[in-house]
Nanobody, 121 residues
């Protein structure tokens, strides 16, 4: 499975960004696609995940109500819509693929390159 993350950038607090994770490779729709983020000096943190085959989703409590994860079968991508962004959302965001929805990074076998999200105050 190959993953390509895109959509990061610089935005003011309160603004929005939409990240996309383009997936390809054999049987990628059998995987769970997750978004993690890592701020400088901090551990990689789970944000949200979607199991493609069932459309099941899970969003971390700290971003629930602001972030939404969804899949676009036509592209195909798994997108992370981020609204009402805060400076503390600043991080490198990574997408990853694994066998099921888990909140710890070690369960994910495939990783895309990160995309930087910077939220200015």
């Amino acid at each position: 499975v190959q993953l390509q993350a895109s959509g990061g950038g610089l935005v003011q607090a309160g603004g929005s960004l939409r990240l996309s994770c383009a997936a390809s490779g054999r049987n990628f729709r059998g995987y769970t696609i997750a978004w993690f983020r890592q701020a400088p000096g901090k551990e990689r943190e789970f944000v949200a995940a979607m199991r493609w085959s069932t459309d099941s989703t899970y969003v971390q409590d700290s971003v629930k109500g602001r972030f939404t994860i969804s899949g676009d079968n036509a592209k195909p991508t798994v997108d992370l819509q981020m609204n009402s962004l805060k400076p503390e959302d600043t991080a490198v965001y990574y997408c990853a693929a694994g066998p099921s929805i888990k909140t710890t990074a070690r369960w994910y076998n495939y990783w895309g390159q990160g995309t930087q999200v910077t939220v200015s105050s």
